[in-house]
C-alpha cells in the first residue's frame, strides 16, 4: 500500500486549500476508514478529520476545525480529500493521511500573512 498526499501549500488567513491523498496498491480502499492528522512545529501529531466507508455516512472532526474543513472521499480513484476553508496561522502544520494504518510522508501547509 502506498500513500501520497497533496495540495499543501502557503496560503494566507481566510483562504481555501484542499489537500489530497492518493491511495495505491490496495483494492480494499472503499472498505476502510481514511484520517488526516497534522503535525504543527513543536506539537504533537493530532487527529483532524476521519471519514468512514461511504455506507456508513460518518465522519468526525476536531474541535479547532469542525465547519471549517470537509473530509470527503472518491472510491473510484483511491483518493481521499480534505478541503480546508477560513484558514487560520494555527492550522499551519505538516498534515499527514492515514489509510488503514498506512501513512504518507505528509504535505505541508503553512498560514501566514
Known amino acids: 500500500v502506498r500513500v501520497v498526499e497533496s495540495g499543501g501549500g502557503l496560503a494566507q488567513p481566510g483562504d481555501t486549500l484542499t489537500l489530497s491523498c492518493t491511495v495505491s496498491?490496495?483494492?480494499?480502499?472503499?472498505?476502510?476508514?481514511v484520517r488526516w492528522h497534522r503535525q504543527a512545529p513543536g506539537n504533537r501529531r493530532e487527529l483532524v478529520a476521519l471519514?468512514?466507508?461511504?455506507?456508513?455516512?460518518?465522519?468526525w472532526y476536531a474541535d479547532s476545525v469542525k465547519g471549517r474543513f470537509t473530509i470527503s472521499r472518491d472510491d473510484t480513484k483511491n483518493m481521499a480529500f480534505l478541503r480546508m476553508a477560513n484558514l487560520k496561522p494555527d492550522d499551519t502544520a505538516v498534515y499527514y493521511c492515514d489509510f488503514d494504518d498506512h501513512w504518507g510522508p505528509g504535505t505541508r501547509v503553512t498560514v501566514s500573512e
Open positions: 471519514i468512514n466507508r461511504l455506507d456508513e455516512h460518518f465522519t
Open positions: 496498491e490496495t483494492i480494499i480502499f472503499p472498505d476502510v476508514q
